[in-house]
């Protein structure tokens, strides 16, 4: 059992040596490879990072495209059997990778999702705003109606994939719409989507956060896309031969 780990990055040359330190700690009792996709840093990320190419995978881009490119850039590059995503800060306790390893290799599971929900710090106040734990229970509930999905964190960044599975999906995304169209893509597949509770940091817009509200709009826009193309579809094959 091999884990790739995708990182990306973009402008992140405060957290950027402490995330990869971290992961390069954690005993996850399974084989990692830490793969860096750096998104056209220009605060001094990409110099740091080149420091690491005598140990990690690193691919730069040659402009900024956004975390969704930067993932997919990842997946095509990947020799692991299982992979998941590790953003750039330090919102997030790679240890937690362990626990949804041992979710992943029961059989049958192809998907799992660490769930922020029931950590102390989701509604935290004073670090993270509360607009953005709110945009993840809205964007959650969303997805359970329009997917009998049964999630508690839709939004979140600790996602893990079977390799295989994450291959033959066909994506799309650029910026931070990957979480619904990977979700969307898939519950409409077929697959269950584990969760396992995990802990959570959450940092601030002046510590660097970049999501903003408006990838919520966009997340809302991707989750009825995909719900709708895969209505149409279905009527498509039953009234239209
Ligand atoms: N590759 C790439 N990564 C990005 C971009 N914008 C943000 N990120 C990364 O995506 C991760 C998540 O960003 P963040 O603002 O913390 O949003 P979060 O999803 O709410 O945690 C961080 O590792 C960022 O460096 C981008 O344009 N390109
Ligand atoms: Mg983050």
């Known amino acids: 059992m091999k884990l790739s780990i995708i990182v990306p990055v973009y402008n992140e040359r405060n957290t950027i040596r402490e995330i990869l330190k971290r992961l390069e700690e954690a005993d996850l009792g399974v084989e990692k490879e830490i793969i860096i996709v750096d998104d056209y840093s ?3 990320t990409r110099e740091i990072i080149k420091n690491y190419e005598n140990r990690h995978k690193i691919f730069y881009h040659d402009r900024n495209c956004g975390k969704g490119c930067a993932l997919r850039t990842g997946f095509a590059g990947l020799s692991g059997d299982w992979v998941a995503i590790q953003d750039a800060d330090l919102e997030y306790d790679p240890n937690d990778f362990k626990i949804m390893l041992a979710k992943a290799m029961e059989p049958g599971v192809a998907v799992v999702y660490g769930s922020r ?3 102390q710090n989701y509604f935290k106040a004073r670090r993270s705003s509360h607009a953005f734990a709110i945009g993840g229970i809205f964007l959650t509930w969303l997805t359970n109606l329009l997917y009998g999905t049964n ?3 839709e939004p979140t960044c600790y996602k893990m994939f079977k390799t295989e599975l994450i291959k033959s999906m066909p994506l799309m995304c650029r910026r931070f719409e990957f979480c619904p169209e990977v979700t969307a893509l ?7 989507i584990n969760e396992i509770p995990i802990s959570y940091y959450p940092r601030h817009k002046k510590e660097g956060k970049k999501i903003r509200w408006h990838d919520a709009i966009t997340a ?8 709708f193309l895969d209505l149409y579809s279905r009527v498509k094959s039953r009234f239209i031969k």
């Open 186 to 192: 898939a519950s409409l597949g077929g697959h269950h």
């Open 42 to 44: 220009i605060d001094g």
């Open 220 to 227: 809302v826009k991707v989750l009825f896309k995909y719900r």
């Open 151 to 153: 999630l508690t964190d």
């Open 117 to 119: 929900r029931g950590h």
